[in-house]
């Protein structure tokens, strides 16, 4: 099954899942910004989208409006957007329940979220993203899950305080871990040495963690509670006092859980 999709936003969301939902045999027909160049950015990675910069989408022919626009601003697009006979609106987050999207003009809601970092310029794989899903109309659902299912063979359906808890394993799992390469790359820098030299470590770390486990996979001082070599580290990072204390908390609680 095919659909015409109008995509609701023009963020790093909207720039992955434009293209790969033309490849997968949809139609783009609409993008929205506020900044109609935002908007053009997109439409110009599509064959025939309309870039939009006003929320009238009455006279669309699109069956499937993507709201992929930052959690803050979807209550207000929600409210603002108008809708033709029949449409379904889903958001893209995945924190904000579904009930945020009961006051707009759509037909149908649901939620369509892809669980995967997206960085505009940085092309995704998007047939290895997991789709999490959720409709309270049954056809609805599965109509999601043929569109989820023509981007990816990863499609859950997962209700809304469920998909929250995912949301937060995912900040720790990806945005913490992000982080604390950032925090690595600063005491390096700092240092005048080579990031580089830490690059296989981090490789090797994710995927041993992956392949059998993080708790059988954790290594380093704390683990031992080799408590001489945390208290030098900690002396080392008083140049920064915050930096200290996550270094400390996080010892502290991989010692707590060994």
Not at 117 to 142: H, N, R, W, Y
């Amino acid at each position: 099954m095919k659909f015409k999709i109008a995509l609701i936003g023009a963020g790093n969301v909207a720039w992955q899942l434009a293209p790969a939902l033309e490849d997968a045999g949809h139609e783009i027909t609409e993008v929205y910004s506020r900044e109609l160049a935002k908007a053009t950015e997109i439409t110009e990675r599509v064959y025939a989208a309309e870039p939009k910069d006003d929320l009238d989408f009455s006279e669309s022919k699109a069956q499937i409006f993507i709201l992929a626009v930052k959690d803050t601003a979807i209550p207000e697009v929600a409210d603002a957007v108008i809708l033709p006979e029949g449409s379904i609106l889903v958001h893209t987050s995945g924190t904000m329940p579904l009930d945020i999207l009961g006051y707009s003009s759509a037909s149908f809601t649901g939620i369509f979220y892809p669980l995967q970092s997206f960085t505009k310029g940085k092309k995704i794989d998007m047939d290895e993203v997991p789709f999490l899903l959720e409709a309270e109309d049954e056809e609805v659902l599965q109509k999601l899950k043929k569109l989820a299912k023509s981007l990816s063979p990863l499609t859950f359906n997962v209700r809304s305080k469920d998909r929250k808890a995912v949301h937060i394993a995912a900040v720790f799992a990806s945005n913490f871990s992000n982080h604390m390469i950032r925090i690595a790359e600063e005491i390096m820098r700092r240092q005048g040495l080579d990031f580089e030299m830490l690059k296989p470590l981090i490789i090797e770390t994710i995927s041993k963690s992956l392949q059998i486990g993080a708790k059988k996979a954790q290594t380093g001082p704390a683990v031992r509670e080799d408590y001489e070599t945390l208290e030098e580290h900690v002396k080392f990072l008083n140049y920064n006092e915050q930096v200290a204390e996550i270094y400390r908390l996080i010892s502290q609680d991989i010692i707590d859980a060994s």
